[in-house]
């Protein structure tokens, strides 16, 4: 049995095209509660990525994003899907810090004390977490109630020493899920009095390393990449794109960097001929993006649904 992807472009289209896979796994059409079977686990994955210290909403100031994201908003639609699925993991791919006030005066205490009582589960680095230095990151980490996963920053001669995991394995109904991160190339982008003596290890090695571990140690069902690589360039730097094809044993990429809006993930075979999937959802916290896994308890595949969520004034309508 092929993995099939359902997508739709809201919430609301979600739940409508839920009778369309539904009727594909043998159950009733009903709420997506009642989708997992007695053979059948729904794991429900929220993500977002370069959310750059937005708490507010855009400003209704005729911008294309006017009226978009806000913190509050988000949190109860986060709030929303929980009270539906019982196994929901909330990820983000990097770039917490940056771009308001907010982090020029708090120095990112709000944002992660915000993240924290969203519940967030984990997160990576992305490049604009290192502006207040190593230092001053670690001086707000304890805001953060989930893990920072990095693969391939190697943080021993610096104040971050010990304080970050590679990976974090979590456990659904019997579902077991590996995640880890991997982050961009600092030279060139961050000040090297900010990064320290962190050192940039080879993304695609350190990928390689980490999905092979977690699927064939660990014996993950599902292993994700938070990946602040970028989505895709037109030069050889290794992107999303890129580590998804040099890889095996990756099955889902949760880009960022990019601010790359897809609408749907985008499916790109590995070294083995298997599919990964790469998704990102724009930027600012305008979107909350959705994908739900179902596994076959029998046959240990699964079939994928995706959807993304804009965070705005009807998510509560």
Known sequence: MEELLFQATDRRE???????????LGVSACPLAAFAGSETVQLTILHTNDVHSRIDPFPMDGSRNQGMGGVARRSALIKSIRAEQKNVLLLDAGDIFQGT???????????????????????TFGNHDFDNGVEGFVKQMHNAKFPFLSSNYDFSNTALDGKTKPYQIFKKQGTTIGVFGLGIELKGLVSKSNYGETQYLDPIQKGNEMASFLKNE?????????????????????????????????????????????????TILN???????INQVGFAGINLGRLDFFFDRQSGKHKMMAAVCPVSEKILV
Request: some cysteine; aromatic content about 10%.
């Open 101 to 123: 006030p907010y982090f020029n005066v708090f120095g990112g205490e709000l944002e992660l004390k915000l993240m924290s009582d969203m519940g967030y589960d984990a997160s």
């Open 218 to 266: 660990k014996r993950c069902d599902l292993v994700i990449c938070l990946s602040h690589l970028g989505y895709k360039y037109k030069d050889n730097k290794v992107s999303d794109q890129v580590l998804a094809k040099s890889t095996r044993n990756i099955d889902l990429i949760i880009g960022g960097h990019t601010h790359t809006f897809l609408k749907e993930p985008e």
């Open 14 to 24: 979600f739940l409508k095209k839920a009778g369309t896979i539904a009727g594909f």
């Open 271 to 277: 070294l083995d001929g298997k599919a990964t999937l």
